[in-house]
């Protein structure tokens, strides 16, 4: 097996690209793949605060690593969720690499700051705990964003990922969701821009780039996961791809060329009508939010209120 680029000795086949790579070049290649969709969906500014959600996992900590490489001016953000040992450990592999990087890692943990864990949560507003998990951290991600005065939030999420929810999506046709599946969300109404420049990266990829770069990650699975549709939608995809290369691609890329568009317009009228929370400032469609409905029936917990105005602080 020769490397593409250099003839030399190659650690890792690409099949969708066909192609092999050494260590080097298959680095090279990650960089380019970012560096190329943040400029393709105009992502990140050289001068943007960016902030990173980390989750201890080997997306998040490569996006991250990607980032600083690159030269971006990025900071982490870890979320405590109380999920048993699984929360220790993944909050463990981030402060470790951010010690080892010297990078600033934000900390906030759920049940000594709200009075709540993910699965107590769940079961007080009897929602799946992934769905209280979800809404809790884009709540937090969004409100950390606005508060630290940040351009942007990245995310980890990666081609595999985004063509498992747009495949889950699209067998429920839930055009809202569809809408919404872009790279990028611009900021508004209160919300943050958030983008995901791993989506030209699948799964094996990060966890080789990691590999490879000596990053260390939590590789046991959430213990809530299990039951979750979004791992089944995963293996029926990576079914499909072993016979059929680059189909995970074409699928997702195919969507954004030519579908994403036609479900745009209902997400634009929703985050127009959005409210404030009464409770705690950020936007909502009703008039208390998700989160602090979450949190006060799981805790009788008082919310944090957001701040109205972004201030920059010193890089
Ligand atoms: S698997 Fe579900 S509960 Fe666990 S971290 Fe992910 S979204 Fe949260
Ligand atoms: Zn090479
Ligand atoms: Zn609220």
């Known amino acids: 097996m020769k490397c593409r680029v250099c003839r030399g000795p190659a ?25 190329k969709t943040i400029a393709e969906f105009d992502m990140i500014a050289p001068t943007d605060r960016v902030l990173v959600a980390v989750s201890g996992g080997k997306d998040s900590l490569a996006v991250w690593d990607l980032l600083l490489d690159l030269g971006y001016d990025a900071d982490g953000l870890y979320l405590g969720l109380g999920i048993s040992d699984y929360s220790d450990t993944s909050g463990q592999f981030a402060k470790d690499y ?31 705990p992934c769905s ?26 990666n081609l595999d990922d985004e063509a498992a929810v747009l ?45 490879l770069q000596g990053i260390d990650y939590i590789v046991e699975e959430c213990p809530m996961a299990s039951g979750n549709k979004h791992i089944g939608y995963k293996e029926a995809l990576n079914a499909i791809e072993a016979t059929s290369p680059g189909t995970k691609h074409t699928f997702y890329f195919g969507f954004l060329a030519r579908a994403a568009e036609r479900f745009r317009d209902d997400v634009e009228a929703e985050r127009d009508a959005l409210l404030s929370c009464a409770r705690c400032g950020a936007p909502t469609s009703n008039e208390v939010c998700q989160f602090c ?11 944090v209120k957001m701040s109205a105005t972004r201030t920059k602080s010193p890089a």
């Open 11 to 35: 650690v890792i086949d690409i099949r969708r690209h066909n192609a092999n790579f050494c260590k080097e070049h298959f680095l090279r290649l990650c960089r380019d793949q970012v560096t």
């Open 167 to 211: 495949f889950g999506n699209t067998l429920h046709w839930q055009t809202d969701y569809l809408g919404r599946q872009m790279p990028v969300l611009p900021a508004r109404n209160g919300f943050p821009k958030k983008v995901k420049p791993l989506v030209r990266l699948g799964e094996r990829e990060m966890a080789a780039y990691c590999v």
């Open 132 to 157: 209280a998990c979800g809404l809790s951290k884009r709540h937090l991600f969004d409100k950390a964003a606005m508060d630290g005065g940040y351009d942007v939030v990245v995310t980890g999420h």
């Open 98 to 128: 951010a010690a080892g990087r010297g990078a600033k890692l934000i900390e906030i943990d759920l049940p000594s700051e709200y009075g709540f864990d993910i699965p107590a949560g769940a079961k007080a507003v009897k929602r799946a």
């Open 293 to 303: 409905r979450l949190s006060e029936r799981a805790a009788g917990a008082q919310p």
